[in-house]
């Protein structure tokens, strides 16, 4: 990246809240030079699709394989934002089948989660697809700049804008800047990036923003849910016991069953080749914490596969896994926020030209998409008229 440019808005951040800001953005100021920095691949952040290099014909949402939407406040932008994906054509209901397993008899029984309540959508494509679409909406002259498996590591501030530093010493200028990441704003930056202090901190001293010190002191007491993700390559003769043939199928584990085995939730995925894929959600401490050295990984995958096919030795729709089943292992960095949400009035900063948006921010989308969502739908309708 040559030093000499300078962006008029740079995003950090490629989930699906970057997307629904920036293309919203774009819509109403498609003369401005805007970039977008993501330390991953691709786009779509948490709801993010593997697309297997190793094993190929494989695509496996790994993090959320749909997402849901109550907007128990009936807030219109966001009701009009997914009207409009569904005329677009982008998502679809998602009327896949929903068992949460009981952990007495381990029979289907009927419930709700943080991840079924209100309605279900599904993209039409991959997650990370729909991601991608969001955005080529409203980037139909290639205004934005796209910087994959970029990792920003320091940050500086004056009156003219942001300077961004990469970790393999790329610069960025700009003059607003929007983090939908809350990562470079959170102590937990210390020990990922390895610096001494926050960099939002270091480039915003104390006292220098009001807006800046609350939120920063909100995200000290912001906590994440960490989680390891099983993905499972099924051979090719592998199916279920009846004959299910939607593209998904949920299965989420009850308190007392989610710590016996592990797992908090698993997902069958159907392949445009007909093989079943198999997500494994685990957000369990212990199992996360003896995940440490690839040296053991063969060993952890057993254990994994072991623990699977207790978990549905009796169940009348899912059958075992043999013991010869591909297994990729991903530990989340960006992990779900958890505890105390940001008020959506410190979103954006003038003083400091800089905005703010994601799930981390408060509302009953907090720790889901539909927050990401939301939160950048009400980013952009605050700045549109403000960034010049």
Request: aromatic share 10%; hydrophobic share 35%; glycine share 6%.
């Amino acid at each position: 990246m040559k030093s000499d440019v300078t962006y008029d808005l740079l995003i950090i951040g490629g989930g699906i809240s970057a997307c629904v800001f920036v293309s919203k953005y774009l819509k109403n100021n498609i003369t401005k030079k805007v970039g977008l920095i993501e330390i991953g691949r691709g786009l779509g952040g948490r709801s993010s699709t593997r697309i297997s290099k190793k094993y190929e014909g494989w695509k496996l949402n790994h993090g959320s394989p749909n997402f849901n939407i109550s907007n128990s406040k009936n807030n219109l932008l966001l009701k009009r934002y997914i009207d409009e994906l569904l005329d677009n054509k982008y998502i679809k209901i998602d009327d896949s089948e929903i068992i949460f397993l009981n952990e007495d008899s381990n029979l289907e029984t009927k419930n709700k989660s943080e991840f079924s309540c209100g309605v279900n959508y599904l993209s039409l494509d991959s997650m990370s697809e729909l991601s991608k679409k969001i955005i080529e909406s409203n980037n139909l002259k290639k205004e934005i700049d796209f910087f994959f498996e970029t990792l920003i590591v320091d940050m500086k501030f004056n009156e003219k804008g942001w300077l961004l530093t990469s970790k393999n010493g790329d610069k960025f200028k700009t003059k607003y800047l929007i983090c939908s990441t809350n990562l470079l704003l959170h102590k937990r930056s210390l020990k990922i990036l390895n610096v001494n202090q926050i960099p939002l901190r270091k480039a915003i001293p104390i006292n220098s923003d009001k807006k800046i010190d609350l939120l920063l002191n909100y995200l000290g007491e912001q906590t994440f849910i960490p989680r390891l993700t099983f993905l499972i390559y099924t051979n090719k003769n592998y199916s279920y016991k009846d004959n299910y043939s939607k593209k998904q199928r949920y299965f989420y584990l009850k308190n007392n069953l989610e710590k016996k085995y592990r797992f908090e939730r698993i997902i069958f995925q159907l392949q445009d080749n007909n093989k079943l894929g198999i997500v494994v959600h685990s957000k369990n401490a212990e199992l996360i914490n003896s995940y440490i050295s690839p040296k053991d990984e063969e060993v952890f995958k057993q254990n994994i596969i072991k623990n699977f096919n207790k978990l549905f030795e009796e169940n009348s729709l899912v059958n075992k896994l043999t013991f010869d089943e591909k297994i990729s292992i991903m530990k989340w960095r960006a992990s779900q926020p958890s505890g105390i949400a940001v008020p959506l009035s410190l979103q954006f900063s003038k003083k400091s030209k800089i905005g703010f948006c994601g799930d981390w921010f408060e509302g009953n989308g907090f720790g889901r998409i539909e927050g990401s969502i939301l939160s950048a739908l009400i980013l952009e309708k605050k700045i549109k008229d403000l960034i010049k």
